[in-house]
T-cell receptor, first 116, second 115 residues
């Protein structure tokens, strides 16, 4: 079974600064996908960024980027130029690369507070 | 619809009562998932639908939980004889393909409180 670990329960960052959230995972799979989801107080989980394990290039989406280290099974998220609207819970998630019906396995989450 | 819609947004029920939670996925999304988010257990997979069939029900915690999907669209999660440990946020998600590799689109969930 896969496990996903987020070791930082809470992090705070000043507006416009950079914050990095850590995520490690354990799997014997070679083909898989990794995701970061944001959950603001509205409760809706919003996809921030995804990474395909067979791609070595790190994914980026505007101010969000990842550092994917496959050998180390590490998938950290960097939020640059933090904005007040980035305040939320952030969840790292793993998905196997099989054909269909792929479940997401989530980490425990990191609460990010952006301070003005 | 434009997004995944869940109703009700909040539900308070007495222990022992049955509840039904509804999910309306994005039009055209073939796959639908239910997850449960609770303080003690984090985010847990419950069930996956491809069309109207449920190839994976492995996450349903007991036989008090059941779900169905009709017309390849709306899904209902039913909890019978609710217990206090069923209190949680129930999240529904859909994906355009059965693989889910592109990521899911989630609804805003139903917060269930059993008193």
């Amino acid at each position: 079974a896969q496990t996903v670990t987020q070791s930082q329960p809470e992090m705070s960052v000043q507006e416009a600064e950079t914050v990095t959230l850590s995520c490690t995972y354990d799997t014997s799979e070679n083909n898989y996908y990794l995701f970061w989801y944001k959950q603001p107080p509205s409760r809706q989980m919003i996809l921030v960024i995804r990474q395909e394990a067979y791609k070595q290039q790190n994914a980026t989406e505007n101010r969000f980027s990842v550092n994917f280290q496959k050998a180390a099974k590490s998938f950290s998220l960097k939020i640059s130029d933090s904005q007040l609207g980035d305040t939320a819970m952030y969840f790292c998630a793993f998905m196997k690369g099989k054909a269909a019906g792929n479940k997401l396995t989530f980490g425990g989450g990191t609460r990010v507070l952006v301070k003005p | 619809g434009a997004g995944v819609s869940q109703s009700p947004s909040n539900k308070v029920t007495e222990k022992g009562k049955d509840v039904e939670l509804r999910c309306d996925p994005i039009s055209g999304h073939t796959a639908l998932y239910w997850y449960r988010q609770s303080l003690g257990q984090g985010l847990e997979f419950l069930i996956y639908f491809q069309g109207n069939s449920a190839p994976d029900k492995s996450g349903l915690p007991s036989d008090r939980f059941s779900a169905e999907r009709t017309g390849g669209s709306v899904s209902t999660l039913t909890i019978q004889r609710t217990q206090q440990e069923d209190s949680a946020v129930y999240l529904c998600a859909s994906s355009v393909t059965g693989t889910g590799h592109g990521g899911y689109t989630f609804g805003s969930g139903t917060r269930l409180t059993v008193v």
